[in-house]
């Protein structure tokens, strides 16, 4: 059992092969701290850290807890990236999916760790989770009615939940909260929504902008967030990690001119985009493949538009975190789908 909270030595990450996750056990080897990392094969396990030496993959799966339990051990720390997100733009309803990865999964998980001796947990939670008038600054404190979420919303509140409650009747249990907003980066394979939105603009298949305002971060910056929350986080608190406030207007100039294409400059009408997000939901359907835009993407980018603008002060003095620029963000994303063969 780890008996001092402030060392941080031998670390477990979920969700290690995601966009997050990925940047997060990297940043931890850099830093030379003993790493676990959750990955759902070992294939794609290699695939992803063939190039990081000295990590040790868990195969395992957020619905059975269980099963990778017992690799627990010997952790002092965990960092807790994995969630289901899937159906943000791969169409349909996915409720059962959602509450068995990211609240029972975090329920799960918080005790097999604590039964395990971590004394330490950091729980990557979102912007989901906070909500505020368009156009006003939006701070930690600001927090979702669960009426006024859709399915994966309401998920990631009901895990925070999940958190605090074990908080209460676990006293010896540190853990806190990480907010991410609209994550870009190296090494998404998955890909996520920026993944799938950068190799759509490379590849030209983006028939004009779409509505939105996002706060847009680079995972590198949260993957710094996680491990300064870990040391420094009080328990209990949420901090966000949200990044730049900009609209999807503003972004694809900038996304253009890096990966040297040709950008949509109109946006779509709402008819339009309503139908292109009913073909691509087809799409996936049948091909099992991601898309950009499905109903749920389209519906929460109306709904959420000029509710973007987070207030970092909190994240900034009191675990010193820092952004980088965005066009390095962009650069090194669309560098790395170009290395790979993605785009």
């Given at each position: 059992m780890n008996t001092n909270p402030n060392r941080l030595r031998s670390t477990f990450v979920t969700g290690a092969t995601g966009l997050l996750g990925n940047n997060l056990v990297r940043e931890l080897v850099a830093r030379g701290y003993a790493v676990k990392a959750l990955v759902r094969s070992a294939a794609k396990g290699a695939q992803q850290f063939g190039d990081v030496p000295g990590v040790e993959m868990v195969v395992g799966d957020m619905a059975d807890v269980d099963a990778f339990a017992a690799a627990l051990q010997g952790c002092d720390t965990v960092f807790h990236c994995a969630a289901f997100f899937r159906d943000n733009y791969k169409g349909g309803s996915h409720w059962e999916e959602l509450e068995k990865i990211n609240v029972v999964g975090t329920r799960a998980l918080l005790q097999q760790a604590y039964d395990a001796g971590v004394r330490r947990f950091v729980h990557t939670s979102s912007i989901a989770v906070l909500d505020g008038a368009p156009g006003t600054p939006i701070d930690e404190t600001c927090l979702r009615a669960e009426a006024d979420a859709d399915d994966y919303y309401r998920s990631k509140i009901l895990a925070e939940r999940e958190v605090l409650r074990f908080l209460e009747s676990h006293p010896q249990m540190h853990a806190c909260m990480v907010l991410p907003g609209w994550m870009w980066g190296p090494g998404d394979r998955g890909p996520t929504s920026s993944g799938q939105l950068v190799r759509d603009v490379i590849n030209g298949k983006l028939p004009g902008l779409i509505p939105g305002t996002f706060s847009l971060v680079d995972a590198r910056d949260v993957a710094w967030a996680h491990i300064a929350a870990a040391q420094s986080g009080r328990r209990g608190e949420r901090y966000l990690a949200a990044g730049r406030n900009l609209t999807m207007r503003q972004l694809m100039p900038v996304l253009g001119r890096i990966a040297g294409v040709k950008v949509p400059s109109r946006q779509l009408p709402l008819p339009a985009l309503y139908l292109l997000a009913a073909v691509q939901e087809a799409y996936a359907y049948l091909t099992g493949k991601p898309i950009l835009l499905s109903m749920a993407t389209l519906r929460l980018l109306i709904r959420e538009?000029?509710?973007?603008?987070?207030?970092?002060?909190?994240?900034?003095?009191?675990?010193?975190?820092?952004?980088?620029?965005?066009?390095?963000?962009?650069?090194?994303?669309?560098g790395w789908y170009r290395a790979h063969g993605e785009a």
């Open positions: 538009e000029h509710r973007t603008r987070f207030d970092h002060r909190k994240s900034e003095e009191e675990l010193g975190l820092s952004f980088r620029v965005l066009e390095q963000t962009l650069t090194d994303t669309v």
